[in-house]
């Protein structure tokens, strides 16, 4: 008799309803394969959101974990590590950035950028005091804190969880004189997401980014790239803005900085923007523990060989054509960057859930996000044979 029905149960019965999993119940994983409680085996492409961009249990990453759960796992930051300067050096070094300040979830990094612009605005800018405005893009998804779902234009999202933190505006993503009109003598910082992931892998029209950035610079306000989910070779370079020759003036980690072992997020800028917090207003029991440097510390070290962002703009390829020529066939839109794709299914077809539960059935697993959109965005170990299969088992269930 199969696990799986009594186990889905099982997991239900204790827990708030917030999320809506597939009904599978994995066990075990290795590279972009998960084994679920009944033996069956499924291609990940989700990659745990990209928390998994360099798939399941990498060695290396593991190895890392192992030797530094048999040492030392906590400190607190209210003692100095041996974990901790390496990780701190070579991150701010991938980054091109004096400082980072390692936190632990991405919404918490997304909350230390809010706090620091504000405070840089206040110190060095010189806002008026309480008056500090953030613009932000409509669908951004930023995480799920009372602060970020205060700017969230997702009902679902937002909806019931007031009063709402002031001080943003938020403007169509994409057109770069709605943010220039919305920039005020108060504005300390942008906060854009330079792909929107949640949203369906929206990726802003050509010359945004860099637009952003002359105007973030004229009017002496922080470009913050939100990076948790497009960053760290997800879309063929280390960070999305890359694409565009952008360096944003902060960027937010997270998600794949933990090596798919631990949460591991960190904000990464200059000294004069960083250099503003001071012992007392920030930190986090967790933030830097020294389990998490350790396993970052290698992740950095992969992405530092480039051997990842090279895969996935080899294989992010061959994935986009693939699907693209599924368009007509199922398909009614592709877009997005390297190992990274939001897919618009025909909404007379199905919707994207039973396009899911289609797939999974067919061994790939995927999720839906808005109405008929799904995204994927496999584990960057994935093959080119793993991708042709993936791309076979969607056209078999956009025909089916
Ligand atoms: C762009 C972006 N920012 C922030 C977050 C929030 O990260 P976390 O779920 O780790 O709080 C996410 C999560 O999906 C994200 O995609």
Known sequence: MLRT????????RHTAHNYHPLPVVISSAEGAWLTDVDGRRYLDC????????????HPKLIEAAHAQLDRLTLTSRAFIHDQFADF????????????????????????TGIKVARKWGYQVKGVTPGQANIVVAE??????????????TDEDARADFGPYTPGFTVVPYGDLAALT?????????????????EQGVVVPPEGYLPGVRRVCTERNVLFVADEIQSGLGRTGATF????EGVEPDMYLLGKALGGGIVPVSAVAANADVLGVLRPGQHGSTFGGNPLACAVATEVVRLLATGEFQRRSAELGERLHAGLRGLIGKGLVAVRGRGLWA?????????????ACELLMERGVLAKDTHGSTIRLAPPLVITE????????????????
């Open 5 to 12: 029905p009594s186990a889905v149960r099982d997991a239900e």
């Open 46 to 57: 989700l990659a745990g959101y990209s928390a998994l961009n360099f798939g399941h249990r």
């Open 88 to 111: 701190c050096r070579e991150l701010a070094a991938l980054c091109g950035k004096d400082l980072v300040l390692p936190m632990n979830t991405g919404a918490e990094a997304v909350e």
């Open 139 to 152: 669908g951004n998804f930023h995480g799920r804190t009372t602060t970020i779902v205060s700017f969230s």
């Open 181 to 197: 009109e919305a920039i005020d003598e108060n504005t300390v910082a942008v906060l854009l997401e330079p792909i929107q992931g």
């Open 240 to 243: 999305a803005c890359e694409h």
């Open 342 to 354: 939001g897919l618009d299914i025909d909404p007379e077809l199905m919707t994207g859930r039973q």
């Open 385 to 400: 044979d793993e991708i042709d299969h993936a791309v076979a088992q969607l056209a078999a269930v956009l025909a089916a």
